[in-house]
Every structure is written in C-alpha cells, then in structure tokens.
C-alpha cells in the first residue's frame, strides 16, 4: 500500500500540474504572450495600440521586428495645405510610457518639413491608453 501511494505521488509530481486547469491557463497565457513578444520584437500591447491609432492615415512602413511605424503623408483639413506624417518607434518590449517614441512632421504644401512635438505628445498619450485599454481586455478575457 505504501509502494502505491508513493508510486501515485511520484506520477503526479512528474506529470506535472496539468490537474490544476488554473495554473495551466495562467502559464498558457503567460507562455503565449512571450512568444507573442518574441516574434515581433517588441510590446505587443504597444505594437497593437499604435497600428489601431495610426491605421486611418494609411501605413508607409510598419516593420514589426525594428518597431517602427511611419505612416503616409495625410492632409490635415480640406482647403488647408498642411500635410502631416507619423514616426513611432516601440523601443521595448517591456509595457512602459518611455518604450515609446513618436515624431510629427508637418508641411504646408511645398514649405520645409517642421516637427510638431505637441501634436506627437497627444499622439503617444493615446497609444499608450490603447495599450494600456488592450491589456486590461486582454486581462479580462484570460480571467
């Protein structure tokens, strides 16, 4: 009888813990969101707010291994002249509000390109809610 339940223990220790659904789902997910990591090279969160918040201008480059995000040139308003490009870098795989970088340049018809730091704050203040909004859905579907 002893032999039994030692041979029992044992078979439970080295199966694993695939009786406890739990824990498996929290390492599935845990597992999936590195690989997910992995294979694009940087923040999925971060990578997936900034194609949701930059995908209405039409993307240019979107180069998931590097990070960067540029997207075409878009008119601003009608009758305007101003033009306005998008730059973002996801510098890190980490969810952090420095794991990202985001440049604005502008030009009015054939005028010099400026850079609009303001208007690239509000940008990357949105792409980090997004992120921040994925997450949390993310959070709550695996709960």
């Known amino acids: 009888m002893k032999r039994l339940g030692l041979s029992l223990l044992i078979l439970l220790l080295t199966a694993g813990c695939s ?9 599935d997910l845990q597992k999936q969101e590195a690989a997910e990591a992995e294979a694009l090279g940087v923040n999925p969160y971060l990578w997936q ?10 993307l240019q480059k979107a180069d998931s291994h590097s990070g960067v995000v540029i ?5 601003a308003a009608e009758g305007s002249g101003e033009s306005f ?20 340049s502008k030009k009015n018809g054939a005028s010099a390109l400026v850079s ?9 203040k949105a792409i980090l809610a997004e992120a921040k909004a994925i997450l949390r859905n993310k959070a709550k579907v695996g709960n």
Do not use: H, Y
């Open 19 to 27: 009786w406890l659904p739990f824990w498996n789902s929290q390492n």
């Open 49 to 58: 707010a900034t194609l949701n918040k930059l995908n209405f201008m039409g």
């Open 71 to 75: 997207t075409k040139w878009a008119k």
């Open 85 to 104: 490009q998008v730059t973002v870098n996801v510098l890190c795989k980490e969810l952090r509000a420095d794991g990202l970088k985001v440049q604005v």
């Open 116 to 124: 609009d730091p303001m208007l690239a704050g509000e940008i990357e």
